[in-house]
């Protein structure tokens, strides 16, 4: 059954998208660095603080409340995943720091000579964690690289660094900076094949369609909270089997199986009832009639079903805008085609305008874009932008509308 979007409902429920900036209504298009979040997320935030708000394990009332939201919590991330089971879902900081903690722990696998494999698509919290841990271990890097015209990986490349001696596999799911959608299936299964581990950041993914871990065969994936209308928040995947052998970092009273084991100190709980009432909202975008409201999973998969059909209108309006205008150079998929190669995150130079000037031209207008790297530095660096100031970086996600797109081409338009 498809699921159609119903844009003022959807709207009604994120207070930010009323606010005013310049006099005008604020159009969010910063989305890739953080999206808004719902009413009902604010409230499960507040109502936590209120009334549940208690360290685990406690013999008492808001103890047992707590642990009741956080092992809900639990459940529904691992839904969003399609994980086996909530067990496989730790939570965190952000994703960046469970990197590193993850990191950390499979370096102790890793002797000299090993091989590391990352990309130059990535952001840099899928680079950096991977290639420290590899110099403090003597293990060997190997960069994969991504055509500069076409902005795609290099999949032959990448295969080809794969052998014997790998044991790490980092990719993006898709690229913060170009938009692009990496066929993350294929290099899981290169990976497995080798007997290295696969590790995926999803964190540009997950707000723009499903994801199956079991299906994708991936051993480690990660996404944060706040990209997908939730609180400040880092949510790690990993096989059970997986979670279970790695010997992590921690505390000697803290709990020697997964997640606890990698959950270390006390966690944001006011965070995670929060990114909880986000994953609600997302699947009562795709809840039916006809269907058992208790399939959060099902709800969830026709949710993002609709989801990534939108985002395909809207990469195609941001294009159009930007195309129309001369001396813009979109660095991504443009091929009307292709868009389901990538989603609705749109980066671009100007000849003769520095993505600084344009951005803050745009916030004066009260419409919210980013510039410079957006931490996906060997992306600037490989396509020669970042000495220059990066890109300009527009990402829609599904409270966005056409008419808001059609008021940033009008916008650029002007600055001509």
């Given at each position: 059954m498809t699921?159609?979007?119903?844009?003022?409902?959807?709207?009604?429920?994120?207070?930010?998208?009323?606010?005013?900036?310049?006099?005008?209504?604020?159009?969010?298009?910063?989305?890739?660095?953080g999206t808004q979040v719902t009413q009902s997320v604010i409230d499960a935030v507040t109502g936590y603080l209120a009334t549940s708000n208690a360290n685990r394990g406690g013999a008492f009332a808001t103890a047992q409340r707590s642990d009741a939201v956080i092992a809900d919590a639990?459940?529904?991330a691992a839904d969003l995943l399609g994980a086996a089971s909530p067990r496989e879902i730790a939570f965190g900081p952000n994703m960046t720091t469970l990197t590193f903690s993850l990191s950390r722990a499979l370096g102790r696998q890793l002797d000299p000579g090993d091989e590391i494999v990352v990309t130059r698509m990535d952001?840099?919290?899928?680079?950096?964690?991977?290639?420290?841990?590899?110099?403090?271990?003597?293990?060997?890097?190997?960069?994969?690289?991504?055509?500069?015209?076409?902005?795609?990986?290099d999949m032959g490349g990448l295969h080809n660094l794969i052998n014997e001696r790998t044991k790490i596999?980092?990719?993006?799911?898709?690229?913060?900076?170009?938009?692009?959608?990496?066929?993350?299936?294929?290099?899981?299964?290169?990976?497995?094949?080798?007997?290295?581990?696969?590790?995926?950041?999803?964190?540009?993914?997950?707000?723009?369609?499903?994801?199956?871990?079991q299906a994708l065969g991936c051993d480690f994936l990660a996404c944060?909270?706040?990209?997908?209308?939730?609180?400040?928040?880092?949510?790690?995947?990993?096989?059970?089997?997986?979670?279970?052998?790695?010997?992590?970092?921690?505390?000697?009273?803290?709990?020697?199986?997964?997640?606890?084991?990698?959950?270390?100190?006390?966690?944001?709980?006011?965070g995670i009832a929060g990114t909880l009432a986000a994953i609600?909202?997302?699947?009562?975008?795709?809840?039916?009639?006809?269907?058992?409201?208790?399939?959060?999973?099902?709800?969830?998969?026709?949710?993002?079903?609709?989801?990534?059909?939108y985002d395909r209108s809207l990469s195609a309006a941001i294009l159009d805008e930007l195309e129309s205008i001369d001396g813009v150079r979109v660095h991504g998929i443009t091929e009307r085609s292709r868009l389901a190669e990538r989603v609705s995150t749109v980066s671009?130079?100007?000849?003769?305008?520095?993505?600084?000037?344009?951005?803050?031209?745009?916030?004066?207008?009260?419409?919210?874009?980013?510039?410079?790297?957006?931490?996906?530095?060997?992306?600037?660096e490989r396509l020669g932008v970042e000495n220059s100031g990066g890109m300009v970086r527009v990402g829609a996600v599904h409270y966005n509308t056409i008419d808001e797109i059609k008021r940033l081409g009008a916008a650029l338009r002007d600055l001509a």
């Open positions: 699921t159609m979007l119903d844009l003022n409902r959807i709207r009604s429920q994120f207070p930010a998208l009323s606010l005013q900036a310049a006099g005008q209504p604020a159009v969010f298009l910063d989305n890739p660095g639990h459940q529904a952001h840099d919290a899928n680079i950096t964690p991977w290639t420290m841990m590899a110099e403090d271990r003597g293990a060997t890097v190997r960069w994969a690289d991504f055509d500069v015209e076409d902005y795609t990986l596999v980092a990719v993006g799911y898709a690229s913060n900076a170009l938009g692009t959608i990496n066929d993350v299936k294929t290099i899981c299964g290169w990976a497995r094949e080798a007997g290295a581990l696969s590790f995926v950041d999803a964190v540009q993914y997950v707000p723009h369609g499903p994801v199956d871990v944060s909270a706040y990209k997908f209308f939730g609180p400040h928040i880092g949510i790690l995947y990993g096989r059970y089997d997986l979670l279970d052998q790695t010997r992590a970092y921690k505390v000697r009273p803290a709990h020697n199986y997964p997640p606890d084991k990698f959950e270390t100190g006390t966690q944001n709980h006011e609600e909202y997302l699947a009562s975008l795709g809840r039916v009639a006809d269907q058992d409201d208790n399939n959060r999973r099902g709800n969830l998969l026709r949710a993002m079903d609709a989801i990534e059909d671009f130079t100007w000849e003769g305008h520095s993505p600084r000037q344009i951005a803050e031209a745009l916030g004066q207008q009260g419409i919210f874009v980013w510039d410079g790297n957006y931490y996906a530095l060997a992306v600037t």
